[in-house]
């Protein structure tokens, strides 16, 4: 019965741990990234966050504003039996303008750029293989840099699921719940669009 204990409490701290894999990205505005590989088969959790830079444990006006070195980002956590590094890097290319130096969309300024983060050499290759790739399909160099990972600082509580969230918010449409207005600031910003125009039939959630 110890062994069959034994066996099980191992088999279940083996499962963990095969979760807990996780690629940190940035790709413009985190709601987005958030909303789209939320939805990813084999991704459990996606966190808002910054990364990249300087300041300790930065806000949202600071990293945007300007002058922390920070990227807008995300840590997505998923199951690698279910899905790899390299699957959820070539979906993350497929789904930003990986050829904008300047930020995505309509989103401008350096938080706003592209980046991924890698833990360790397996990360980094994976990413340099779909950055390549990405290339190749593209015609065009990617600008988007493969950067070693750095501290990653969890956003605001109010910027974790604000794509689905129910509290109302004063936009330029009036108040809103959060889930209209992300909507509404996601179709204005254009990103589907571009990525569709990039990608076509690649695009990873524009279609």
């Known amino acids: 019965m110890f062994r069959h204990a034994l066996m099980a409490t191992t088999c279940l701290l083996f499962a963990q741990a095969a979760q807990a894999d996780e690629i940190v990205v940035a790709g413009g505005c985190f709601w987005c990234v958030e909303a789209d590989f939320e939805r990813v088969p084999g991704v459990s959790e996606v966190v808002s966050g910054y990364t990249g830079g300087t300041v300790k444990d930065p806000g949202y006006k600071q990293v945007t504003k300007g002058g922390t070195g920070h990227y807008e980002a995300v840590r997505i956590d998923y199951d690698s039996a279910k899905v790899s590094a390299k699957q959820l890097f070539d979906l993350f290319f497929r789904s930003v303008d990986p050829l904008d130096e300047g ?41 988007t840099p493969i950067l070693d990972r750095v501290t990653f600082w969890e956003a605001e509580d109010y910027h974790q699921d604000y794509y689905k969230g129910d509290n109302r918010v004063l936009t330029r449409f009036g108040a809103i719940r959060q889930r209209d207005a992300y909507k509404k600031y996601r179709d204005a910003c254009g990103r589907d669009q571009r990525v569709k125009q990039l990608w076509g039939k690649a695009a990873a959630f524009a279609n």
């Open 103 to 143: 930020g995505q969309f309509c989103d401008r300024g350096d938080s706003y750029r592209t980046a991924i983060f890698v833990s360790d050499p397996a990360q980094r290759q994976a990413a340099e293989a779909a950055k390549a790739a990405a290339e190749k399909v593209l015609g065009k160099p990617v600008v």
